[in-house]
């Protein structure tokens, strides 16, 4: 493959280099002579990895290209796509792993004579490894002639890291490159799926994805796994057999229509289902063997799935399926809740939090089913656990060990003795007979008894004492009533200058809120994002990044003054220590003083004047905006501004003691209510 045929994002020159994306975005603005985009588009332009390469050398900005960059770049600009080439390098790392004998005599040779040699080799390989039919083809040489320096790359970075954790990264890659195309099971779930399955040698997955449930069984004998898209099964045969010494049999197809494992009966099932699908087959499956606790509606796919799922165990095997929670109380499912219920079917309904898993923005829950043994007795009740507790803003900061923890401590002595002492709003095991009303509703938190509201009437009193001390701290903090000025030329007369001006002569830096940075449970990586509603109310920064950006986020420091610059109100925030380290987002301007020449409590206090925001908004569509260059703060030396300063962040101080007293006063109200109607407070 020619070298100019690779073309590279400006987050891939980043990486290349080592930098941050915002040092590229510089380069390309100083530098005359950085290589021009090839490709991509106005916003996200790509460029020839080759330019880049020479440009970078010349700059003295790179000694040479990290192997896993160029193995990746390579990857990207494959000829016949990125997903052919993981297909390529991942049967090129198990003949590596499998064969390295083998692999040094094929790569002694020409890149022709190698690609005309590799058939051969990978046919064997692929076939002691997944048997035939297989859902990894042999490529024929033509196809692999591309391949063959990337081959190489991916066995010089086997010989760093491993066959398995070279394919690792380039799948990794490749879906972080691709979020919206691919619907991933978080490893969270998918370990406490595992878990909840117990030790399995034969673990079925018919909507396998990317193997990830697969990948969380620990030491099974053979893995299976279908899926409807054939390059995705590809990926998992090769994921799977690269990770794990158990026999692998993958197969593309609709596991529903067209089911490649009908005779199978494995010791688990664990599968993620696709929701709220209305072409599942319903016309032609009519007469399904599989429907053994009666014919799913169009609309209860799931219930479909949770059939296939019990069809493919031996007896007494299980499965362990999430769901979506409709699929818990819809009334088109509930003769086959009973059913499921009434011949012991369904063992257990977990509630997840919100945020677990995709759909990210419903607590989904987890079903797990064993298969009746013939002739043993139906289990009398069901096990219903609700983690809602444990949810958070930012499906990234979830406690899994938390939740894993509290699912397996009620699942463990349910499965073995059938019942569980009850866990008000935690779990419950409940009589089967309860159930089997004219709903046959199995959302946990609707048959779980409440906890005490609040901790109960002892914290309902904490709550109230601890009210009465903010209100006491925010009748200090009151402000003296205000002076008249004692000479007339207060600051509202004196000579004013403009942010946009400030900032040209440097006094302080303007940067705005990255595209990229979303709302929380939109997206991943480790950094908390300042969101627009965070600087509203005051709160800790509660948003996450994207899980891929070509953007390079800003980062706030301590100092910063932070505004919004949508609605119309007279809002800025000064960073605290706290706050520092998270990134900027949407519709925020970070206004960063130097502190030589600004004090940023004078900067912030200013910038809320009502006056000052009405003449710098523009109101040309429906919301405001505000033009934060437009703002305009008084000329005052230093000594002036933190005088001001100091009566501003007393003001502040003043605002975030009142919504304090205003969240601990709802919580002691709504306690009190719920206290006094469910009981655990005396009238």
Request: proline share 9%; glycine share 10%.
């Amino acid at each position: 493959m020619p070298e100019n045929a690779n073309e590279v994002t400006a987050a891939g020159i980043a990486r290349l280099a080592g930098v941050g994306r915002a040092a590229v975005s510089n380069w390309r603005r100083r530098h005359a002579d950085f290589p021009k985009p090839v490709g991509g588009t106005e916003t996200s332009p790509s460029f020839a990895l080759a330019d880049v390469e020479r440009w970078l050398r010349a700059q003295g900005k790179l000694a040479e290209v990290p192997l896993r960059e160029r193995l990746w770049q390579q990857i990207a600009g494959h000829p016949a796509g990125p997903v052919t080439a993981l297909v390529h390098a991942g049967c090129g790392l198990l003949l590596v792993r499998d064969r390295p004998a083998g692999w040094v005599t094929l790569t002694a040779v020409s890149d022709e004579r190698m690609a005309e040699l590799l058939p051969t080799a990978l046919e064997e390989v692929l076939t002691l490894r997944f048997g035939l039919p297989r859902a990894v083809p042999t490529p024929p040489p033509g196809a692999l002639a591309p391949s063959v320096p990337l081959l190489r790359a991916a066995s010089d970075l086997a010989a760093e890291t491993g066959a398995r954790q070279a394919f690792e990264f380039l799948l990794g890659r490749h879906l972080e490159a691709n979020p919206r195309q691919y619907t991933l099971t978080p490893p969270g779930p998918a370990a406490l799926m595992a878990e909840l399955a117990g030790p399995a040698g034969t673990v079925l997955d018919p909507a396998s994805g990317t193997g990830t449930l697969l990948r969380a069984v620990a030491h099974p004998t053979a893995l299976y796994a279908q899926d409807t898209d054939p390059d995705l099964a590809a990926l998992t045969a090769l994921r799977l057999a690269l990770h794990s010494g158990a026999d692998v049999r993958a197969r593309a197809g609709d596991a529903l229509r067209a089911d490649a494992f009908g005779q199978l009966a494995a010791d688990a099932v664990l599968c993620h289902p696709p929701f709220n699908e209305r072409n599942w087959g319903h016309d032609e499956l009519a007469y399904d063997p599989r429907w053994e606790y009666g014919f799913p509606a169009r609309t209860e796919s799931e219930l479909a799935w949770v059939q296939h799922a019990l069809a493919r165990l031996r007896p007494g095997g299980t499965a362990v399926l999430l769901m979506p929670p409709a699929a818990a109380s819809r009334r088109s499912g509930r003769r086959i809740r009973a059913d499921l219920l009434r011949r012991g079917a369904l063992r257990a309904v977990v509630a997840l939090p919100a945020g677990a898993a995709p759909p990210y923005g419903i607590p989904l829950h987890l079903w797990v089913l064993r298969k009746p043994v013939p002739g043993a007795a139906a289990s009398p009740e069901l096990l219903l656990v609700d983690t809602a507790r444990y949810a958070v803003a930012g499906r990234d900061r979830l406690d899994w060990q938390a939740v894993h923890t509290a699912v397996l401590e009620a699942w463990r002595p349910f499965d073995k003795h059938g019942t569980i002492t009850e866990q008000p709003g935690a779990g419950r095991s409940v009589p089967v007979i309860e159930l089997l009303d004219d709903d046959v509703d199995l959302a946990p938190a609707r048959h779980l008894p409440l906890p005490a509201c609040g901790g109960g009437a002892a914290e309902l009193a904490e709550v109230r004492d601890r009210l009465t001390a903010v209100l006491r701290r925010t009748g200090e903090l009151t402000p003296p009533p205000p002076a008249p000025p004692a000479a007339p030329a207060g600051p509202a007369r004196l000579p004013r200058v403009g942010v946009g001006e400030l900032a040209r002569t440097g006094a302080l830096e303007l940067r705005s809120g990255g595209a990229g940075a979303g709302p929380a449970g939109h997206g991943g990586g480790g950094v908390p994002v300042l969101t627009e509603q965070d600087v509203l109310t005051g709160r800790a920064p509660s948003g996450s990044l994207p899980e891929t950006t070509d953007e390079e986020p800003v980062l706030v420091a301590a100092g910063d003054v932070v505004v919004p610059v949508l609605g119309g109100g007279a809002i800025a925030r000064v960073v605290d220590e706290a706050t520092a380290g998270a990134a900027l987002g949407r519709n925020l301007q970070l206004l960063r003083p130097d502190p030589a020449a600004l004090d940023p409590w004078f900067l912030a206090g200013f910038l809320r004047g009502t006056a000052n925001n009405r003449q710098a908004s523009s109101y040309a569509s429906t919301a405001a905006r505000l033009d934060v260059r437009r703002l305009q703060l008084p000329r005052l030396p230093l000594a002036e501004q933190r005088r001001y300063g100091e009566r501003f962040r007393a003001l502040a101080e003043f605002e975030e003691a009142l919504r304090h007293a205003g969240r601990l006063g709802e919580r002691l109200v709504r306690g009190m209510y719920d206290g006094l109607t469910d009981g655990s407070v005396e009238a």
